[in-house]
């Protein structure tokens, strides 16, 4: 990709916030987004949301692709624990006791020279529930789908991968593809039907295994592009990575679903999961990655966490206060 296009990117992230425009495409602008906000809220789903970073050199987008109401949140999370301990810790919290919302964000993080975005979302099969909003966000902030240099896909649930394709022709033409070689080979394998990873496999079936010419796989510290490596972090599933971005000596790390609840997951590091597929290594997973970014006063962006997706943890009691990013990044 040449320069006039990253340029044109960045132009584009810059006009956004200076409000250049000229007065009848504000308002159309204006009022589209109004429709969609009111679409929206029809859906019980939040407005199009997406938030820009510096990183050194690096620029770094997140879009919520789509958020979730639940209710009884002791059966996604604390499974091994009461009700009411799952409860109750939601309630020191602020939080709702009875309900919870997830939230799905992918990122995408322009180096200058590539285009390199982690995981998809729900795509085509989430928008009836109003999800499936990661392409209308990247076009927002400047990028089309032809610009992705780079898919990175952490592991292959669902709402990870459902983006991948998009009616049934690759959503992003000009990508190449990067996983782990663990996680693909679990996914793939026929052994897979007739037990509970039926479903999983069949969606990898229908939205990687099409991509294979052009996926690469990746081993622990493996390297992306320049800046971005993958790491193991196992147990949500088989093959589960996490990334490190680095420009100008400023990192950041991609934690994908090493944590999927910014208060249960992460003040309760060793409650079970619904959704890790290891469980036991999974609160191993989480302590070994939150002690490290907590250490290493290091800002990470989690899939699942409140959007933007980003903050800081600090170590608290049995686990780690999650710190949500302010303007950290802007000064």
């Not at 810790?89 to 975005?117: H, I, K, M, R, Y």
């Not at 037990?195 to 496999?201: L, M, R, V």
């Amino acid at each position: 990709m040449g320069d006039h296009s990253t340029i044109s990117r960045r132009s584009l992230f810059l006009a956004a916030g200076i409000g250049t425009l000229a007065a009848p495409l504000v308002l159309n602008r204006a009022a589209a987004l109004a429709q969609s906000e009111s679409d929206a809220t029809d859906r019980r789903v939040s407005p199009l949301e997406t938030r820009s970073f510096k990183l050194g050199s690096f620029r770094v987008l997140t879009v919520r692709d789509g958020m979730r109401p639940s209710g009884a949140p002791n059966e996604t999370f604390g499974t091994n624990q009461s009700a009411e301990a799952v409860g109750a810790l939601l309630t020191e919290n602020f939080l709702p006791a009875d309900s919870f919302v997830n939230s799905f964000t992918p990122t995408l993080v322009d180096t200058g020279s590539e285009v390199v975005l982690f995981d998809t979302g729900m795509g085509e099969g989430g928008r009836a529930d109003g999800m499936g909003r990661l392409v209308e966000g990247l076009n927002y902030a400047g990028y089309t789908p032809d610009q992705v240099s780079v898919v990175v896909i952490t592991h292959m649930h669902g709402d990870h991968i459902g983006g991948l394709m998009e009616g049934g022709k690759p959503a992003f033409p000009n990508a190449r593809y990067v996983t782990g070689r663990t996680e693909y080979d679990f996914w793939v394998n026929p052994e897979r039907m007739g037990t509970p990873a039926e479903q999983g496999h069949q969606g990898v079936l229908a939205k990687v295994q099409p991509l294979a010419e052009k996926l690469t796989f990746i081993e622990d510290e493996g390297e992306v592009v320049p800046g971005i490596r993958g790491l193991d972090a196992f147990g949500h599933s088989p093959g589960h990575m996490i990334f490190r971005v680095e420009s100008e000596g400023k990192a950041l790390i991609l934690t994908a679903d090493t944590a999927n609840h910014f208060v249960l997951s992460l003040q309760r590091p060793d409650w079970e999961v619904r959704f890790d597929m290891d469980k036991a290594q999974a609160a191993a997973t989480r302590k070994k990655v939150f002690d490290m970014i907590a250490t290493d006063r290091l800002a990470f962006i989690g899939y699942h966490m409140p959007f933007p997706a980003a903050g800081f943890v600090e170590k608290a009691g049995e686990g780690y206060r999650f710190v949500p990013v302010s303007y950290q990044f802007d000064v």
